[in-house]
């Protein structure tokens, strides 16, 4: 056997799949970045829908269940607020309330722009018990769309609702939880374009 021979084919050029699995995986973190800022650009109307497909933002099926033939019954309604990492100071004005279902009932938000810059953001709710959102009738929420706010801007958010009277009887406790989530400015910018365009 030739040394030589032996030498180069033991040092020659070898075929990697280095390259190939990079750009595999530099195309899939793209499709996930891609992904979520769509998701969070549509993310409003999307909850607009669900509010309309699951009766949360129906005025009048929220006035019929103020008006019901169904007595009320002592509810205690807890509130919640968080922010997610987008300089929002998120709080509720109470923490607790004692409410009846069948009442319309008001409260507050208040949400303060700790940055220097302009934050655009979308608030979405979640409920405790779950299943209790399927009884809290929006008459009028600030998650309802995009909030856009000024450096340093302080507001006041008011929320209105109606529990229905149907709640079942072993749910006594409902907490009203809202989560700010920072929307990317271009969505709001071709949203509002869009807008314009149709008008």
Partial sequence: M???LGLI???GPRSSPRPASNRRLVAGLLAVVIGSLLFVSVQPRLY?????WTGLYDIDRAERVATSAIPGRPVTLEFDAN??????RFRPEITSLAAKTGEIVHVTY???NTRDTTVIGQAVPSY???HAG???KKLDCFCFKQQTFAPHEVRDMPVVFVLDKKLPDDVNTVTLSYTFFEV????VTSAATAEGSRK
Avoid: I, M, W
Wanted: glycine letters at 16%; aromatic letters at 6%; a negative charge.
């Fill in 2 to 4: 030739n040394p030589e």
């Fill in 9 to 11: 084919g033991a040092t």
């Fill in 48 to 52: 607009k829908a669900f509010c309309e």
């Fill in 83 to 88: 922010s997610h990492d987008n300089g929002l």
């Fill in 110 to 112: 208040r949400v303060e």
């Fill in 128 to 130: 405790g018990p779950q």
């Fill in 134 to 136: 399927g009884y809290v």
């Fill in 184 to 187: 990317p400015a271009g969505s």
